[in-house]
């Protein structure tokens, strides 16, 4: 069943998604297992799409229906919880408000089975230290559609450094004008220019 | 006045031509004199010449900056601009909710727009229905009907007409006056304005996450509604075209690359209207400057069946420019692409490396505008604009060239 699963949500079937896993928890099986069939047919999407088969609106489709999903097998979770693989602060940084590329990047890492503590827009380096402070995390992403956003996120890096927590803390950026310069002028460690680089460097790193 | 004999001013001293007989060769697959620039410029204007942001809404500010620019980074052919004096107006090129400096942000931010619904789903009947019922009015009718979503002050029905008809107006009429300005500097005007194509519409008023749903589940209603616009948009940018005097017209197609559709979807979804308006304006005289943010590798191929000679590609930097040239440049003008992060983090080394190559390999046999892609990064170098706009005349003469078939 497994198996079968994970195809039809890497089939965007979300009928047919929604009514398998009805199913499965009718008939008892561990929601768990549920869920680890599901992401396993989420990371099916993101070769897909890394492939260039896929695009962006079948990714935000892929996510749609995960997170309808999710809602089914949630309540039967009673408190417990799907191993993380690993833990990463996101936000978009101080004066940029663009969202839409981090929300999709976000959603792709908790459906590959991260949990992503989302900071919002327009946040401040202090922010982004005092997340990863609070939860430790090892993976920090900068997301900024603007020019104007490369120096918030240098200043962001930066806080970390003064933080004392850069050495543990890995930085990644991206968004529309991103590349490997802006990386070099902000001093974060990588940049991705899509959700499929990100969850790569997710693996990498967190 | 806009018609009557004008002289024939020469931007620079090398100069055969004129910025317009430049620009209009380029366009027609010609070789001109040599390559024409034209930058995107709008928040760097600010930024150069020490205003905030917010300032830019006052005309006189606005001009005096873009002035400055202009003469003093070494000119451009072609004045490309997004000026717009009432926020309010900027929803009928992008149906979007729209956060401005000095109003909703600090008056330095820039212009941040929001994914909101401005288009329910019951809208694309509406417009089938519109369409049905006055064929050419179908654009003021449809964003009397998004506008008053967005601006609560703007109002519906005939509030809608009484509040923007004469800001509408005025507006005109200011760039009437600004275009004949920059006509006298020895520049021209790249387009009438700046709008967008259906499908494009669509996807900004609709917001991405509902619009990925719009597109699974009914396809060909929004196939249909594009379509059934064509008419009425190509209406009103007759009618833009006449009253501003200039024959081109920026379109933006940025919600239909790489990035966020298949190429199947552009194929059948956007391409299909795009191609349509395309045409009906070629027949005008008008040509389209299609303003193609993010990745268009794949779409390449399609955009040849537009009519050659009539459109212009304009590229910001993602897409392979010098692969486009290869497979679109014998029906296309290119325009680009010389990136933001170049601009703002590069040397003016770099930038002239870059678009030294631009004009050799995209430049080659003209066909060629140099641009920013998108708007120039507020940000910017102002040595880095420098080394840009000069590199036309540093390495963009051609020889031989005067207008004549590449």
Redesign the interface.
């Known amino acids: 069943m497994g198996e079968e699963l994970g195809k039809l949500i890497a089939e965007?079937d979300e009928e047919s998604t929604l009514r398998a896993v009805r199913e499965e928890l009718d008939k008892g099986t561990d929601p768990l297992e549920v869920l680890a069939d599901l992401q396993k047919g989420m990371a099916l999407v993101g070769e897909r799409f890394e492939a260039?088969e896929?695009?962006?609106?079948?990714l935000?489709?892929s996510g749609?229906i995960f997170k309808g999903a999710v809602a089914l097998i949630e309540p039967l979770l009673s408190g417990r919880e799907a191993k993380s693989k690993g833990t990463i602060v996101m936000g978009t940084v101080k004066?940029?408000?663009?969202d839409?590329g981090k929300n999709i990047v976000i959603t792709m890492l908790r459906c590959n089975g991260y949990e992503v503590h989302d900071l919002g827009v327009d946040q401040p380096p202090r922010a982004f230290v005092e997340k990863a402070r609070e939860t430790g995390a090892p993976l920090v992403g900068l997301s900024g559609l603007?020019?104007?956003a490369?120096?918030s996120m240098k200043e962001t890096v930066q806080a970390f450094a003064d933080a004392g927590l850069r050495d543990r803390v890995k930085i990644i950026i991206g968004g529309g004008?991103?590349?490997q310069?802006?990386v070099e002028?902000t001093g974060a460690d990588a940049w991705g220019r899509?959700p499929g680089e990100a969850l790569r460097l997710a693996e990498r790193f967190a | 006045m806009l018609t009557g004999i004008r002289e024939r001013k020469m931007l620079h001293p090398g100069d055969t031509m004129t910025a317009e007989e430049r620009l209009r060769a380029a366009i027609c697959l010609q070789m001109p004199d040599r390559v024409p620039s034209a930058p995107l410029i709008y928040y760097f204007a600010a930024e150069y010449a020490g205003m905030s942001n917010h300032d830019l809404y006052d005309p006189a500010k606005y001009n005096a900056a873009m002035r400055r620019v202009f003469e003093e980074l070494g000119g451009f052919d072609a004045y490309n601009w997004l000026n717009v004096y009432y926020p309010q107006l900027i929803a009928f090129s992008m149906p979007m909710r729209v956060?401005e400096p000095g109003y909703d942000l600090p008056p330095d931010?820039?212009r941040?727009?929001?994914?909101e619904e401005v288009m329910e789903i019951g809208d694309y009947d509406w417009i089938l229905k519109i369409c049905r019922r006055f064929p050419l009015l179908a654009y003021p009718r449809l964003f009397s009907r998004w506008i008053p979503r967005i601006w609560e002050e703007v109002g519906e029905g005939w509030r809608f007409y009484a509040y923007l008809v004469p800001r509408l107006q005025t507006t005109l009429l200011r760039w009437r006056w600004e275009f004949s300005r920059w006509r006298k500097r020895g520049a021209t005007v790249l387009s009438a304005c700046l709008l967008e194509a259906p499908f494009d519409n669509f996807s900004m008023a609709r917001g991405?996450?509902r619009?990925?749903?719009d597109?699974?589940s009914i396809p060909e209603k929004i196939e249909r509604a594009a379509d059934a616009l064509v008419e009425s948009y190509a209406f009103s940018i007759k009618w833009l075209c006449l009253y501003t005097g200039v024959k081109r017209i920026c379109l933006a197609v940025h919600r239909s690359s790489?990035?966020?559709?298949?190429p199947a979807?552009f194929r059948k979804l956007s391409f299909p209207s795009l191609k349509r308006l395309v045409e009906l304006l070629a027949a005008e005289g008008i040509a389209s400057v299609l303003h193609l943010d993010g990745n268009w590798d794949?779409n390449l191929e399609i955009l040849r069946e537009l009519p050659a000679g009539h459109v212009v590609a304009e590229f910001d930097g993602t897409t392979d420019i010098f692969k486009a040239k290869e497979v679109i440049g014998d029906r296309i003008c290119i325009y680009g692409d010389v990136?933001?992060?170049?601009l703002?983090?590069?040397s003016p080394a770099e930038v002239d490396e870059y678009c030294h190559r631009l004009i050799e390999e995209v430049g080659r046999g003209g066909g060629f505008i140099l641009g920013t892609g998108c708007e120039l990064?507020?940000?910017?170098k102002p040595e880095n604009v420098r080394a840009m706009l000069e590199s036309v005349t540093r390495y963009g003469y051609y020889r031989g060239g005067s207008g004549r078939a590449a």
């Open positions: 965007l260039g896929y695009f962006l609106p079948d935000i489709m749609e004066g940029d408000v663009h839409i603007l020019t104007i490369f120096d004008p991103v590349n310069t802006v002028y899509d | 956060l931010s820039i941040q727009f929001l994914e991405l996450m619009f990925a749903r597109m699974r790489n990035d966020f559709i298949s979807d794949r990136p933001a992060n170049l703002a983090l590069g990064a507020p940000n910017a």
